[in-house]
T-cell receptor, first 114, second 114 residues
Framework: EAGVAQSPRYKIIEKRQSVAFWCNPISGHATLYWYQQILGQGPKLLIQFQNNGVVDDSQLPKDRFSAERLKGVDSTLKIQPAKLEDSAVYLC????????????FGPGTRLTVT | KQEVTQIPAALSVPEGENLVLNCSFTDSAIYNLQWFRQDPGKGLTSLLLIQSSQREQTSGRLNASLDKSSGRSTLYIAASQPGDSATYLCAVPYYGGSQGNLIFGKGTKLSVKP
């Protein structure tokens, strides 16, 4: 079974530029999560999708971050414009359902904003 | 508000030692608890998931226990090896505002020296 795929693996941009990350979850997983992990911290949820609908985006900085999940499968996370404090690893995870099921994580995208 | 704490923040042991990593959480109304491993620059690998009805789970040299009433979990690693060097994170799902949002501790960075 293929795992969660993410691209790119690394990205370096200057502040005020825009960037987009892509995630392909495990086939059949209805729930998709985007987490932000700042160095030395545990991951923090940015947004959660159930199929193609948003369940929770309460911690997403909506003035600069946006995300979508087309057709309930792939998802993209965009930052525009980026700030220095956005430097982090962005992790995508998926689970069969949201309730009590195990989450599976992708390799992450390491973003450096200079 | 659910908070997850991991002690110690870092641990260095010689190869072959048995060791215990600790995780505590403030709200005992959890559905499960998950232990992850994170290698530098990589995503999260799920090690063990303990359902709230279980007291412990074992996988190879790893054993995780859960005591909901006291808000604690421990990850026991037997006969540690240099390949076990990584950051270990515990997480619980939080259902306050969404379904299945994982709340993470900051992790314990383990170094096993040959």
């Amino acid at each position: 079974e293929a795992g969660v795929a993410q691209s790119p693996r690394y990205k370096i941009i200057e502040k005020r530029q825009s960037v987009a990350f892509w995630c392909n979850p495990i086939s059949g997983h209805a729930t998709l999560y985007w987490y932000q992990q700042i160095l030395g911290q545990g991951p923090k949820l940015l947004i959660q999708f159930q199929n193609n609908g948003v369940v929770d985006d309460s911690q997403l900085p909506k003035d600069r971050f946006s995300a979508e999940r087309l057709k309930g499968v792939d998802s993209t996370l965009k930052i525009q414009p980026a700030k220095l404090e956005d430097s982090a690893v962005y992790l995508c995870a998926s689970s069969l359902r949201a309730s009590s099921y195990e989450q599976y994580f992708g390799p992450g995208t390491r973003l450096t904003v200079t | 508000k659910q908070e997850v704490t991991q002690i110690p923040a870092a641990l260095s042991v010689p190869e072959g030692e048995n060791l215990v990593l600790n995780c505590s959480f403030t709200d005992s109304a959890i559905y499960n608890l998950q232990w992850f491993r994170q290698d530098p620059g990589k995503g999260l690998t799920s090690l063990l998931l303990i359902q709230s009805s279980q007291r412990e789970q074992t996988s190879g040299r790893l054993n995780a226990s859960l005591d909901k009433s006291s808000g604690r979990s421990t990850l026991y690693i037997a006969a540690s090896q240099p390949g076990d060097s990584a950051t270990y994170l515990c997480a619980v799902p939080y259902y306050g505002g969404s379904q299945g949002n994982l709340i993470f501790g900051k992790g314990t960075k383990l170094s096993v020296k040959p």
